[in-house]
Structures are given as structure tokens and as C-alpha cells.
């Protein structure tokens, strides 16, 4: 504990590391199957504006309380509170986003084992090795708590070795690799057959869309899970930045690399699924919605790749690294939500700490995976369309009404002189203190009443 706090060496680790935390499934998977099924560019359109209205000023205040207490949630938020009443909030909300993190990891490391395991597949595939493909690519239990495993144990490999050795490192080995691969594969995609279809579903906005309450619901979910708010990743991210970094600066490449990322995702994922319609291939469930989540990725993809030949198996395995890349990149973030915790409130070694709480979360995950059926769905739903934006509204209103205004305009000064007369000042306040939660609960009781 006496020994230095650790932080990113550079301005570029730091951008990698959280953006690579913001970008995982929610952006490759979520962000444009929820475009497409939402009014496409409608739906764009409202995601933008509440990644701008509400994303950005959130993930400001978790940076801002990171970087200013230099501290895991927890603490952070203890360190701004007033009295004993805010005190015991600041406990509750801190652990409550420890644990909403460690199942979000939980659910997290089943899908991404199923990347890994299609990563390989995609691979024995093309060798010809059919047997072994056939294993690896087919839903079983027994596959998916292994690969479960493997995922988790590279999780805490990375982990282990530190902030910067580990995460920094190799974020910002992975995220450029990401960027590339995912280029790439969108130049290819566009000029096969059928992709236009699924360039006009996603850029054309069916404005009626808007009406609809659902859109609004799944774009804040969507803009949370994102950007990785809520549950104190930003912020330890946020605690491990340097003094002399501008915070709103930093923050705002954060937010557009996510925002960028998620809608070049959208121009691979739905030009492939209309590829695979022209191919043949069904991309509509029974009830006459474009087949999203898991399902897209593991059905419709891989039946797109296998109509192409030689092409498909081409493509096939760098997608899959491409998946697993955006996997790690989060998970990693995921965990050292919890080992911070536990290593500056109790002492305890980092190395023990990871190995610790990686195995109790390998065995939850564990558990989620012998009981799919019932449970996978229900963590889902609870940690990220209840617990996660019911979070991120009580860390900006820790931000906007607990923490005293001089003493965050204190921390904004470090690495950002004269900031008290930058726009940001001006509108950020009230943001956070007014508009974000006004937006959340709104939101919350239209779900509740309509
Ligand atoms: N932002 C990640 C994604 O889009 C998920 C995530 C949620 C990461 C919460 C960390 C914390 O997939």
C-alpha cells in the first residue's frame, strides 16, 4: 500500500486502455443490430445526441472523481461525501458497481469464450481439420465452460502483470490491431453483393421510429454499456491518469473513439448481414426482426462465411480476432474494477488479488454457464438495462450535488489552465447536476408506465 499509485505512462496508453475498455460486444454486436432494428439512422441520430447530452458528461464525472481522489470507487466516493448519510451512499453505490461489474464480467467472459472458440474453429477450418472444427463450433456446454475458461485466464494473465505492463501494454498493442482489421474488413464487405441493402438500412432514418419508446430505452442502455459507465471502470481508469492530462481533452477522445468505432461496426455488420440475405441466408427471426445479439454472430455470420468459399474462410478468422480483441480489451478493464478494491481497501498483493477474484468470477460465470437457460438472460438484464444506468445516475449526482464545485474546478485546473472559462465549465455543472438526471429518470418511468 505505501508503495507509489500506479498510472499511464502517456496521453495514447491512457486512450487505449479506456477506449478499449468502451469498445467490446456492445459495439460490434449491440450498437448496430439495434441501429438496424431501431430505424437505422433514427436511431444513430438519438444515440449521438445521448452519448453527447448524457454519455459524455458521465464518463467526465467518473474521470474527474478518478483522477481527483486517486482512488478505486469505493473509496472515491467516500472521500467526496459530506456526512455519514453520504458517506454510507458513497459505500453502497461504490460496492454495489463492484459487483454489478464483477457479473457483468460474468455473462461477458460466456460470449467471449464462444469468440475464442470460434476464433480456433474459424482456423481448424480452414486446415480442413473438420472433426475438430465441428467441436468448436457447435453450442455445448462442456465447450463453452472451457473456453469460458480460457478467456478468464487470459483476462487475468493481462491483469496480473499491472496497469502499466498489463493493461497499458497491451491495449495499446490490441486497439490499433482492432482499428486495422476491422478497416480492412469493411472494404471487403462493401463490394460484395447485397451490401448497399445493408448500407441503406442502417444510414436511412425511418423517422417514425423515433416515436417509439423502446428506442430511447435501448440507446441509454446501449450509450451506458458503451462507454463503460456506471460501475467505477472509468473511474479507476480515470484514477491512474496523469496530473498535467487535460481531462475534458482526454475525455471527449474517449467518447469518440467509442461513438467511432460503433458506427464503422454498423458499416461491417450490416452490409454482412444483407450479403448474407442475397446469399441466401435467413437474417430475420420468427417475428420478423433482424436476428441480433449471439445469435448474429454465431448463426448468421458464420453461414454468410460458409456461402463465400474460399473467401468465407478468409474472412472468417480475422472477424474472430477482431471479436476477441474488442472482448479483452473490456474484460480486462472489468477486473481491475474489483482488484483495485480489494488491494488498496485490504493490502492485499496484486497478484493474489487477481488470482483471487478471477477464479471467484471464473466460477460464477461457471455457474451462468451450467444454467443458461435460466440465468444468462436474467444477469443481462438486471446488470445492464437496471443496475448499470441506476449507477450512473447516482455517480453524477455524487458528482453534481455532493462534491463541492471548487474543489472539482481544483482538479479540472491540473493539466487544464484557465478551464473555468472554457465552454465545458460553463455547461458541465448543470449537466451533470440537472440534465443527466432528469434524463435517466425519465427514462426510467416511461419504461415503468409504458
Ligand atoms: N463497454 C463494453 C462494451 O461495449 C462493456 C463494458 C461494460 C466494459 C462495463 C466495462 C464496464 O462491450
Redo the contacts with the bound molecule.
Keep these: 500500500m505505501s508503495t507509489a499509485r500506479a498510472e499511464f505512462s502517456s496521453r495514447f496508453g491512457f486512450l487505449m486502455a479506456a477506449s478499449g ?8 454486436w ?1 450498437f448496430p443490430t439495434n441501429a438496424a432494428s431501431n430505424g437505422g439512422a433514427a436511431f444513430l441520430f438519438t444515440y449521438l445526441l445521448l452519448v453527447f447530452i448524457l454519455g459524455y458528461p458521465a464518463l467526465m464525472a467518473e474521470l474527474i472523481i478518478g483522477r481527483h481522489t486517486r482512488s478505486n470507487a469505493v473509496g472515491a466516493l467516500q472521500q467526496l461525501a459530506r456526512g455519514p448519510a453520504s458517506r454510507l451512499l458513497g459505500f453502497v453505490v461504490g460496492v454495489a458497481g463492484i459487483i454489478t ?1 464483477s457479473l ?1 464480467l460474468c455473462f ?1 467472459a460466456v460470449v467471449s469464450g464462444w469468440m475464442v472458440a470460434w476464433m480456433f474453429g474459424s482456423l481448424t477450418g480452414a486446415f480442413g481439420l473438420e472433426g475438430v472444427t465441428q467441436w468448436l463450433t457447435t453450442d455445448a456446454t462442456l465447450r463453452n465452460a472451457i473456453f469460458a475458461v480460457v478467456f478468464m485466464a487470459a483476462t487475468v494473465y493481462v491483469v496480473r502483470a499491472g496497469v502499466r505492463e498489463g493493461i497499458e501494454k497491451w491495449s495499446t498493442r490490441l486497439m490499433p490491431s482492432l482499428i486495422v482489421i476491422m478497416g480492412l474488413l469493411i472494404v471487403y464487405v462493401l463490394t460484395l453483393d447485397g451490401a448497399i441493402d445493408g448500407l441503406r438500412v442502417y444510414l436511412v432514418p425511418d423517422f417514425n421510429r423515433l416515436a417509439n419508446p423502446g428506442l430511447i430505452i435501448s440507446a441509454l442502455g446501449q450509450a451506458f ?7 467505477g ?1 472509468m473511474l479507476i481508469y480515470g484514477s491512474y491518469i496523469s496530473r498535467q492530462e487535460n481531462l475534458p481533452v482526454v475525455g471527449s477522445m474517449v467518447a469518440l473513439l ?1 461513438t467511432g468505432i460503433a458506427c464503422l461496426a454498423g458499416l461491417l455488420v450490416l452490409p454482412a448481414m444483407y450479403v448474407a440475405l442475397a446469399n441466401g441466408v435467413q437474417i430475420y427471426d420468427a417475428g420478423g426482426a433482424l436476428i441480433a445479439g449471439p445469435q448474429l454472430i454465431v448463426v448468421v455470420l458464420p453461414a454468410l462465411f460458409e456461402t463465400m468459399g474460399t473467401a468465407g474462410v478468409v474472412i472468417a478468422f480475422p472477424f474472430f480476432v477482431l471479436l476477441v480483441i ?2 479483452l480489451t ?2 480486462i ?2 477486473l481491475e ?1 474489483p482488484v483495485a478494491y480489494v488491494v488498496e481497501t485490504y493490502g492485499a498483493k496484486r497478484s493474489r488479488a487477481v488470482l483471487v477474484l478471477g477464479a471467484l468470477i471464473t466460477a460464477i460465470c461457471l455457474v451462468i454457464v451450467f444454467n443458461f437457460g435460466v440465468l444468462f438472460d436474467l444477469v443481462v438484464m438486471i446488470t ?1 438495462e437496471y443496475s ?1 444506468p441506476l449507477l450512473g445516475l447516482l455517480f453524477v449526482v455524487f458528482a453534481g450535488w455532493i462534491w463541492n464545485r471548487n474543489s472539482i474546478l481544483e482538479e479540472l485546473r491540473q493539466g487544464n489552465e484557465g478551464v473555468e472559462h472554457s465552454l465545458f465549465w460553463k455547461i458541465w455543472p448543470f449537466y451533470v447536476r440537472f440534465v443527466c438526471p432528469v434524463i435517466i429518470v425519465a427514462v426510467y418511468v416511461q419504461m415503468i408506465f409504458f
Design positions: 475498455s468502451a469498445v467490446g460486444l456492445g459495439n460490434v449491440g461489474v457483468i461477458y454499456f458503451s462507454l463503460s459507465l456506471g460501475v471502470t467509442d474488442a472482448s473490456s474484460s478493464s472489468m474494477v445492464t448499470q
